[in-house]
Every structure is written in C-alpha cells, then in structure tokens.
C-alpha cells in the first residue's frame, strides 16, 4: 500500500481520500493492435494498455491535479490523502480489506471517499453511489457414471443442463428488462447473471483430460451473478436452492464470493459531500449520470462501514473497454479528467 498526505489548514476536519488500485487484469496478446504494457499512442491520441481505463489513469490524474494545484499556491482546509492500493481485481481482500484495519488507515479520519467509476459513451460523466452485490457460485451436479455408448439414467449431465437453463433463463429475463425498460434503468439496476467455467470431476473442461467416452459422475459449473439493490436478497438465495432441487437428487451449490447487500452514498443536497462534488462538476460544465456500479470496486467496503464514498472516472465519449481488447483512452480525454479533479479536489476539500 502507498499511503501519500497534503496536509490542510484544519486537521481536525475529516479527509479527503482519492482512491486507486496498481492491480490490472491479464491480457490476450493475440487479439491486442499493440503491445498491452506498452502504452502506445496512435495518430488518434488513442493510448492503448492494459489498465488505461481501469484504472492508472485516474490514480496519474489525482497526481498531476495535485501537482496543478500546489503549483497555483492552492492551500486547502482539508487533508486529502491518496491511497493506491493491491487486490482489487480478485475481491480486494489482502488490499482495501486489510487497509481499513491498520491504524494507518483509522488515523485518515476519513470524511469522502473518491474511486473508480467508469467511461460513458455520451457526452456525460458517469458518477456511482453504490453497486451490485457480486456472488459467485459453483453448482456441484452428481449422478450416475458409465460408459458413453449407454443412456445412463440420473446422470450428471442432465442435472448441469438443467441448472444452466435456470440461471441463463433468469438471465434472459433480466437482460430484456434492461433492454426493453421504458424508463431510464440502467445496467447497474438489474442482475447479471454468466456461466464462467465448467468442471468434469474436478478438471477444468479447457485442461480437458478425460476420456471421451465416459458419463462422469460429478459436473460442476461456476457462475457470475451480480445482485442488483432492489433485489431481496433472502427470497433469491431460496429460488437457488429450489432450482438445485428441481434440477434432480445430488444437485447442491456453494460460495466462493458472496457480498453482503451493499450501502449506498445519499445523492440529494441533504448531502454536503455529494451537493459539493456536483457543484465542482457544473462549474466544469459538464452533465453527470447517476448510477449504481455495474461490478465491484473497494469503495464498497468502505461503505458498508459507513463511509461515504464516490465512484468516478472523468471519462465521457469514450467507449467502455474495462477488460476489454486493446482498452485504451484518448489523451485528451486523459487531460480533461486532470482539469476536472483540479476543480473537484478543492471544492471537496474546503467544504467548511
């Protein structure tokens, strides 16, 4: 963890923390234009590289925002911190978890959070109060093994489909709500619903070594769902456990990541943090979308603690390539995001 200060006028007041994380994703090589740590640029201003978007460029910007600033004499009444942190990308447990226990971290007085957001593709920025619950989960199907040639009753590959079939119809489900709303829903306010891998007896499927001509006795498959706020979360763990009863005897599922419901930041005026973060953006002139995160940053632990927190990335006509192939962001877009925090740090920072 690299933990850096600029001391305020008032200490006493609560901080300022401008949040980033070092982690990235790994790269397919073969479908990148350019080398994916290379940071190329191209005769669009286009630079492209793993982690242009998610999220070097905003830990860079609060940096160079900052250098602007104590350039121009700028003096603020509040600490502002900046904080860049390991772990994010596989659930943040040994980064943000662990950060938040040390004395380091409880010696921030931490008033306002800033993290990650995301791109918009319109003329707008996306601003974030909030996001879905990740769970992720293996359905473990067991049945009678055999050889290929035979209709083997009650075997496992029945059951995996029709688990599949359950979850990717739910899927469907939630994919036309999005698609078909008349009203201005957003990814972030559905559930999300993908199969990540399949396993044969303890083999990933990809690795293969098993014979093709043998009826398995044990299928596995992981899921991906990301549980929106407006879903009751009781009631949607019960219909798991009904579709692996439907789906035969020997049908069972398991946690390997399950977020709690998450807490949300208040985006009315009542709110100071949140009336002074929007006054700093229509001083920009800019319009902003709010929205509930569509995955999972570390502001969410820091919400369900009780702090406030903002999820925002200055990135707007820009194509969401998080993850992505050849994800990339246009220097200009990248230079704006450094003005914008120049008039967003202060404005946070000397609210009184």
């Not at 401008?18 to 740590?37: C, G, I, M, Q, R």
Request: hydrophobic share 40%; proline share 4%.
């Amino acid at each position: 963890v690299v933990l850096m200060k600029w001391p305020g006028k008032n200490p006493k007041l609560p901080s300022i923390l401008l949040n980033s994380h070092t982690d990235v994703v790994p790269v397919y090589e073969e479908h990148w234009k350019h080398d994916a740590f290379a940071a190329i640029k191209d005769d669009n201003g286009n630079i492209y590289g793993r982690g242009t978007q998610d999220m070097k460029c905003v830990g860079v910007q609060y940096l160079e925002a900052i250098r602007e600033l104590k350039k121009q004499g700028v003096q603020l009444e509040r600490d502002v911190y900046i904080s860049f942190l390991p772990d994010e990308e596989i659930g943040g447990k040994k980064g943000m978890a662990e950060f938040m226990k040390t004395d380091d971290f409880k010696s921030i007085n931490l008033g306002l959070a800033l993290d990650e957001g995301l791109a918009h593709t319109g003329n707008k920025y996306s601003v974030f109060y909030g996001e879905r619950s990740p769970w992720w989960i293996r359905v473990k199907c067991k049945g009678n093994p055999g050889h290929g040639s035979q209709f083997i009753e009650n075997n496992a590959g029945e059951k995996i489909r029709r688990m599949i079939n359950f979850l990717l119809d739910f899927r469907e489900k939630e994919k036309l709500k999005l698609k078909n709303a008349e009203s201005c829903i957003m990814l972030g306010d559905v559930t999300t619903v993908n199969l990540t891998q399949l396993e044969v007896n303890k083999h990933l499927l990809l690795q293969g070594g098993l014979a093709y001509n043998i009826v398995p006795a044990e299928l596995v498959a992981t899921f991906d769902l990301r549980v929106a706020l407006t879903v009751d979360f009781e009631a949607f763990e019960q219909q798991l456990k009904d579709w692996c009863e439907a789906a035969g005897e020997g049908v069972t599922y398991e946690f390997i990541h399950k977020v709690k419901r998450g807490a949300t930041t208040c985006t009315d005026d009542t709110n100071p943090w949140w009336a002074a973060f929007t006054t700093a953006v229509k001083k920009l002139g800019m319009e902003i979308s709010v929205e509930i995160f569509p995955a999972a940053t570390d502001s969410r632990m820091l919400r369900q603690e009780g702090y406030q927190a903002i999820g925002f990335s200055p990135m707007r006509n820009t194509p969401i390539l998080l993850h992505d192939h050849n994800e990339f962001l246009n220097e200009k877009i990248f230079l704006e995001g450094i003005r914008a925090y120049c008039s967003i740090i202060p404005e946070l920072a000397n609210l009184p």
